[in-house]
Each structure stands twice: as structure tokens, then as C-alpha cells.
């Protein structure tokens, strides 16, 4: 079994709007059994653009994220017919569905005969990325779990914040951010569980009280949420790096807690 870059009539050089991603055949099948979440999503053939979209704008809105064409809802190696033309189609949805549009980390793949196309796309100093429909809105998307869904509320507001700091949080804040991580990564729901009524009552502390920071820490850009009301189900914001990076074929980055 071995992984390869495949040449296309450019060679496999940075595009204007596309850097190359280095994956070892390792690193796929590492992603494929991690199964489809947050920073990870799977297609056998390329969809639409508006919905291909729809992926790479929520990814560049909340950690970053890994598209990998190619691949079953159940991660087998399926392959696609014509990669360089997926390479091209996904490039040019992001500089024509996005705003601002998106650089991407594109590689193409053979995997024992058939190829696979990895888009990887870095969390994004630009954010909010609206998603430019048909109609004329602009919709702006965070990922959820495996799905992706529009933002609103404080979240939507905590997207404008430039790059998010934890500088100044009071302890009680920190202990809310490490509570929501902890709670996301322990829970087999791909929604997530993180409520405010959950934290307040393992901090045995008010609601309210729980609430004011849950607000403050999402205005900052430090928590997304999705839902109304008590059922509001919050997610870490942002990810220290880019999901998966490389210089040229002859290195590969492999990132600290990739897809965590």
C-alpha cells in the first residue's frame, strides 16, 4: 500500500488559491477510522457547489477541517474518476461561494488504484466566511458536530472578533472553557452535550451565574453555540493550527492533536 502525489498539468506546485497538504497513506486510514465529525467530513463524489460549500465555509468558521473526496459515509476507499477536475471545481468554489474567499490545502491521493482528494481547510484569521447563496444572502455557517449549521446569537457576534485570547478570563471562565472541551471530547453524541444547565450543575453553581459566562466567553469568539434557550449546546471555538499542512512533496507537517 503507498500514497503518492499525482501530477496534473501543473505539476503538483502551489496554485494561487491552493497550497499542497502532505498525507501519508497512514494518515488517511488514521482519519477514516476517526470517522466523520467537527473537522472531518467524507464524500464519494464531489457534491454540489452550493453544499460543498456549505462544508468549507463552516470549517474556516469554527476549527478548521479536512474534506476528503473519495471516500463512503462508511470509509471505504471509493475513489473519484477525475481528481485534477475536483482539485479545480473545489478552488473555485471558494473564491466564488465564499466571502472573503478561502485559500485550500489540496492534494490528490492513489490509494492502491484509486485516488482521493484531500481539502484541508485552516481555521481562518478572516472569519466571519459568509456563504454566497443564489438569492443574494449571505449566510454565515459554523460546523456542528458533522453537520453544518448557520450561526446566530452571541456566536455570530463572537466570529467578528479578530484572532479570540483567553487573556484577562477570570478563573471561573477558564474552568467553563476546560469543562466544554472535556465535555465535547467525552461525548458520544456528535452534536455534543455542553449545556449551560450541565456545567451549572456539576460547578454547583446558578444557571444564571453559568449563563453570563457561557454569553461573554461566546462574544468573545472563544465558544460557539447552536439552539435557543436551555438546550443551547456549545463547542470549543477555535484550533491552535491548521488541521493538516505541508511544504513541497519531500516533507509533510503532521499537526499536534489533528481532528481531536
Not at 35 to 48: Q, S, V
Not at 97 to 125: D, F, H, M, N, Y
Not at 178 to 184: C, F, G, L, N, T
Amino acid at each position: 500500500m503507498y500514497a503518492r502525489q499525482v501530477r496534473g498539468h501543473g505539476g503538483v506546485r502551489a496554485e494561487r488559491y491552493a497550497a499542497c497538504v502532505n498525507l501519508s497513506v497512514g494518515d488517511l486510514r488514521s482519519c477514516i477510522r476517526k470517522g466523520e465529525g467537527m473537522r472531518l467530513e467524507f464524500k464519494r463524489i464531489l457534491p454540489r457547489d452550493e453544499r460543498a460549500a456549505r462544508t468549507l465555509c463552516a470549517f474556516a468558521n469554527t476549527r478548521g477541517g479536512l474534506l476528503l473526496v473519495g471516500i463512503t459515509d462508511r470509509g471505504r476507499v471509493h475513489g473519484v474518476h477525475h481528481p485534477e477536475e475536483v482539485r479545480a471545481t473545489l478552488v473555485r468554489i471558494a473564491r466564488q461561494w465564499i466571502e472573503p474567499e478561502l485559500t485550500l490545502e489540496l492534494q490528490v491521493l492513489e490509494v492502491e488504484g484509486p485516488r482521493v482528494v484531500a481539502c484541508s481547510v485552516p481555521w481562518s484569521k478572516e472569519r466571519p466566511h459568509a456563504l454566497l447563496l443564489p438569492t443574494g444572502e449571505r449566510q454565515i455557517l459554523i460546523r456542528v458536530g458533522a453537520s453544518n449549521r448557520p450561526a446566530d446569537g452571541p456566536t455570530l457576534r463572537g466570529l467578528e472578533v479578530g484572532r479570540p485570547s483567553t487573556r484577562g478570563l477570570t478563573r471561573f471562565e477558564r474552568a467553563v472553557l476546560e469543562w466544554v472541551a472535556a465535555e465535547v471530547r467525552g461525548s458520544p453524541h456528535p452534536g455534543g452535550t455542553a449545556t449551560v444547565a450541565r456545567f451549572a450543575k456539576s460547578a454547583n453553581v446558578s444557571e444564571a451565574r453559568a449563563r453570563r459566562s457561557f454569553v461573554r466567553l461566546e462574544l468573545q469568539g472563544l465558544l460557539l453555540g447552536h439552539g435557543a434557550g436551555r438546550a443551547r449546546i456549545y463547542h470549543p471555538a477555535c484550533a491552535r493550527r491548521s488541521v493538516w499542512s505541508g511544504r513541497g512533496v519531500g516533507s509533510r507537517t503532521r499537526t499536534a492533536g489533528v481532528l481531536a
